[in-house]
């Protein structure tokens, strides 16, 4: 037995230098060529779309916003139709059919579209496909090889949703200058300064977390449809309200232009406020030329004449940034600690 | 040196226990033939030596005191999985080059002139390779990381004859050419006899024969396959463990 000796040099101490994260990244970049492909074919179509309308709004939008004074008759007609138009969709032809209402409510899942099909194969696919015996049995090391896996594409897909939401952005511009359509909505908010890409890179790593832990595609993306949905609208509804303590101002602003109506309220001739039974009776006693005028403020103007006040608790337009930047952190953190998550389960994997 | 040393391995998976204290060393320089019947531990023994699976009890080092998955380890041993797991959609170039960047210790050189002699062409997508081209590459590329170590799991198993012997030639070559330590497990003995130096038979998770082809044969008076299905019958342990044995 000792007559044998191992004759493969152990080599110099330099060489423990881990392998450079370039090497690592241009794997990764290699491996998932495909998604990179489709998925910049995938926002190439929308953003080639957007453009397109961009220009065709902005140039009609131009319009509107010449016309002197905006109080004319005329140039209260040249708004309607611009906002019938390209907001509501109304008659047109088929690229802007559905409208910038319809094209932001599609929007609104792209993210997870994105980071599910991006993020979910990340692991997934290796142990389905019993690659990761060959991945985690390199010189690199698993921990090394996962971080990279994790992170490229990471960075290319919320770089890319960045870049996405200045397009959207341009389009989006008319809608935002003409205080038709508040940026602190759910439907703006989403899609502009930093949401869009931060929820990208949330959908991205819930995905891929999960596709580490059940070590399946398929379900992976769709639980990560489910609890992205469920995060999405509990936010939207209960968590985004609360960044900031609503501002409270008088009267009712029905344009939805200044900021994000969170609640409203009546208040009684002797400042008590009116509770939503009260309310409905007080309704049901108002003249019926009141009930049955075809004026929208018919209502609120008989409330005034008799004393009652009206109250509204908004958060106004002006914390656009403040709130973005509020999600975009909170967003951003949890998204590192699922990465973090992952790279764990998968050094801890086969223990 | 010794590649490989174990000390009460024991593996359970969730109820079942793959292996099961079992104890061990496979010295250097050998081409190691680990054998056993299906689910006999071969592949849990092999992929916990080379890091991918951590033992429930017990110890192991490989190339002389490492511990598996250690950057050390990983630098100086090279793996082939059961079935040559390798991306399929990538062109062998491709995957020659993903394999290049995810080592510190590459000789391209090495590796083209394997394939170039094996006719393998570097413009064909992994998927498309015949098993045993497959297998030639999942070897080139374990060889072109120039290792201490070579751990092939099954690696005969997909392959038709002719691919087989090709495949066993080359394994000799690299382990004369370079000095390699050779493990190498399979369900069928007389597939390794020919190129085996030291013999392991596994069994329910337990070593049954351990040493030298030679001195094995010397001391039972016959041949490794009727070694093997001797001690595999009997089910008692073999005495004729490394330090024990001649």
Known sequence: MTAHTITADPGPAVRRRPVPWPKLAWVTQRQRRGAIIGTSIFLGLFAVYLVIMAVIQNNAYAAVAACHPA??????????????????????????????QTVSSLLFAVPVILGAFA??????????????RFAWTQGAGRTRWTISTLVVPALLLTAAAGAFTAIFYWYFRPFIEDQQVSVMLPLGFALL?????????LAYSVAAFLGALFRRTIPA???????????????????????????????????GGAGWVISSWVKAPDGAVLSQSALNNLTNQVPASVQNSNSPDAFTNWLTQHGYTMWQSVQPDSRFWQFQLTEGAWLLGVSILLIAATVWLVRRRGA | MNVIETSGLSKRYRRKWALRDCTLTIPGNHIVALVGPNGAGKTTLLTMAVGLTRPTAGTLTVLGGEPPGSP???????????????????????????ARNLNRRWDQRRA??????????????VGELSGGQKAQLALTIALARRPALLVL???????????REDFLTSVVAAAE???????????????????????????????????TVRELIASHGAGLEEIALRHLRSGVPSSSRTEAGQ
């Not at chain 1, 509501?88 to 910038?100: D, E, H, I, K, P």
């Not at chain 2, 083209?112 to 997508?125: F, G, H, N, S, V």
Request: hydrophobic share 50%; glycine share 8%.
């Open chain 1, 71 to 100: 109080s004319a008759a005329k140039c209260q007609q040249l708004a309607n139709s611009f906002y019938r138009t390209y907001w509501g969709g109304g008659a047109g032809s088929v690229l802007q059919s559905g409208g910038a």
């Open chain 1, 119 to 132: 993020g979910a194969p990340s692991l997934a696919r290796e142990l389905e496909n019993g690659t990761f």
């Open chain 1, 193 to 201: 300064g930093v949401a869009f890409a931060a929820w990208t890179l």
């Open chain 1, 221 to 255: 993306m769709a639980v990560t449809l489910v609890v992205y949905i469920v995060l999405a609208m509990e936010t939207a509804i209960a968590i985004r309200p609360h960044y900031a303590t609503p501002a409270t101002v008088q009267g009712w602003n029905n344009a």
């Open chain 2, 72 to 98: 050390g380890a990983l630098d100086h041993i090279g793996f082939v999985a059961q079935d040559a797991p390798l991306y399929r959609s990538l062109p062998v170039a491709a995957m020659l080059r993903v």
């Open chain 2, 112 to 125: 083209t002139d394997r394939l170039a002699q094996l006719e393998i062409p570097l413009r064909q997508k």
């Open chain 2, 153 to 163: 799991d099954e690696p005969l198993a997909a392959l038709d004859p002719v691919a």
């Open chain 2, 177 to 211: 050419d370079d000095g390699i330590s050779v493990v190498l497990s399979s369900h069928v003995l007389a597939e390794l006899e020919r190129v085996a130096t030291y013999l392991i038979v596994l069994a329910r998770g337990q070593v049954r024969v351990s040493g």
